[in-house]
């Protein structure tokens, strides 16, 4: 197969966000540097409330920094833009819209008579590999929180975004949905050319899908360790049984835990 062309990709160049409370300001990340290639696929773990959601918001456009920049493609993010699909972990789903008019929103306003029909074949296309072909025409109150899941990833796909941002999209679904869902990315990453950056709190599912993990430390969160995952681009659930995934995932998880407890610690500490 011929390789296709990598797309997307991120920066954050010395990036800190403290929200205003009114307690004052709350840092959530301090100093952070990170890039992700076109076309890779970085994960991003660490303890609870230690800024992995504010990393996604920055990229996103949802949330400006207080100091330092933000790029997607190359260009300083200032707002949400369809370069960017993002996916986050409460089934965000249109309710009044079918299933099949759901994974199809994003392509609808552009649509000529040739992109609809490919429109049409992608919509399809989705609709058969996320299992919800016989549910096109459900509303999605009568689909149950993992199927409703599978159409916002459906969603996100389907408009070939040249990065993908996702906060902890497969936290709700079963174990072999989640596990078929791996692949589906996985196929998605290599045949779109996508980058993406993936929040999750299964390291052993941040080693099984990006080519680089990285640790946040205890809030605000800054970079602690940064991984190389040396598996290559074809992943495939034999891996799940390497000892080197396992070492790995003890050296990862020792990290986070160490982070966790520094975390415990702080959040014990009487207010100043
Ligand atoms: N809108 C907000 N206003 C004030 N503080 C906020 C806001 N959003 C997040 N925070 C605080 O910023 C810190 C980082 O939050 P964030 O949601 O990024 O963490 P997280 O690592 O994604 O957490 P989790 O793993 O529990 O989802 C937390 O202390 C949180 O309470």
Redesign the pocket.
């Known amino acids: 197969m011929t390789a296709v062309p990598a797309r997307g990709g991120l920066s954050f160049s010395r990036v800190s966000v403290a929200?205003?409370?009114s307690r004052g300001p709350?840092p959530?990340l301090s100093e952070v540097s990170l890039t992700v290639a076109p076309g890779e696929f970085v994960a991003v773990v660490?303890?609870?409330?230690?800024?992995?959601?504010?990393?996604l918001?920055l990229a996103a456009g949802l949330l400006a920094p207080s100091s330092g920049t933000v790029t997607a493609g190359g260009v300083p993010v200032a707002g949400p833009g369809a370069d960017r699909g993002v996916i986050f972990q409460d089934y965000a789903v249109f309710p009044w819209l079918t299933v099949e008019q759901n994974i199809g929103f994003g392509l609808t306003l552009s649509a000529n008579r040739a992109e609809a029909r490919e429109r049409e074949a992608r919509v399809a296309h989705y609709l058969d590999r996320m299992g919800l072909a016989e549910f096109r025409h459900a509303l999605p109150k009568t689909l149950s929180g993992g199927m409703k899941q599978r159409v916002a990833l459906a969603r996100a796909y389907v408009v070939r975004p040249g990065t993908l941002l996702m906060?902890?999209p497969f936290g709700a679904l079963d174990s072999q949905t989640r596990l078929a869902m791996h692949d589906l990315l996985l196929g998605v990453l290599r045949q779109e050319g996508t980058a993406g950056l993936l929040?999750t709190?299964s390291v052993e599912e941040a080693l099984y899908l990006a080519a680089r993990v990285v640790v946040?430390s205890a809030?605000p969160?800054r970079i602690r360790a940064v991984m190389e995952v040396p598996f290559g681009r074809a992943r495939d659930h034999a891996l799940l049984a390497s000892p080197d995934l396992a070492r790995l995932k003890g050296e990862i998880t020792a990290l986070v835990m160490d982070e966790y407890r520094r975390q415990t610690a702080l959040d014990r500490r009487p207010a100043a």
Do not use: N
Not at 46 to 55: A, N, R, V
């Open positions: 929200y205003d409370t709350v959530a660490g303890p609870s409330g230690c800024g992995k959601s504010t990393l918001k906060d902890e929040i709190h946040l809030r969160g």
